[in-house]
């Protein structure tokens, strides 16, 4: 992998899509690379781990706490992970298993915090591209709640 194919990847992210690609460089080249085999667990549910991982190629499978026993949701190239837990410190809902050969870049909260000391404006982007994520959210809970009062289940 090239940085230049990091820094795109990372930038498809809408956490870090408003970050200079110069800047996105740079931190793709500080942030750890994680291999996982096929089977492998890159994330346990309930682990801190204080980071996001942007997977670079490969697959990752997940079971939402919602879902039936065996039934798996997947993760590719360019997905995610953790999110939540690298802005919260909270532990990860669900276990993340590698569904074939994986190879994901690890952003640690650390790593962003050093940035945004010396670029200001990375956390500056980031903070604004979670409050937007977060008006979505509370968007979509009211309106599922406003559905859910014009149609009680039975």
């Known amino acids: 992998m090239t940085l230049d194919r990091d820094a795109a990847r990372l930038w498809r992210s809408p956490l870090f899509s408003e970050i200079d690609p110069a800047q996105l460089k740079m931190l793709a080249f500080a942030a750890a690379r994680v291999r996982r085999r096929p089977g492998e667990v890159l994330i346990r549910e309930g682990e801190k781990t204080n980071a996001a991982f942007v997977i670079m190629s490969g697959a990752v499978k997940y079971q939402p706490a919602e879902s039936p026993e065996g039934t798996w949701k997947m993760l590719t190239e360019g997905a995610m992970i953790g999110e939540f837990a690298l802005l919260t410190g909270k532990p990860n809902p669900v276990t993340f298993i590698a569904a ?15 940035f945004a000391s010396e670029f200001p404006e990375i956390g500056e982007s980031m903070l604004r591209a979670w409050k937007r994520r977060m008006s979505r959210s509370s968007s979509d809970l009211r309106a599922l709640k406003a559905h859910l009062m014009q149609n009680p289940a039975g």
């Open 100 to 114: 074939e050969h994986l190879q994901a870049l690890k952003i640690s909260r650390n790593l962003i915090s050093r």
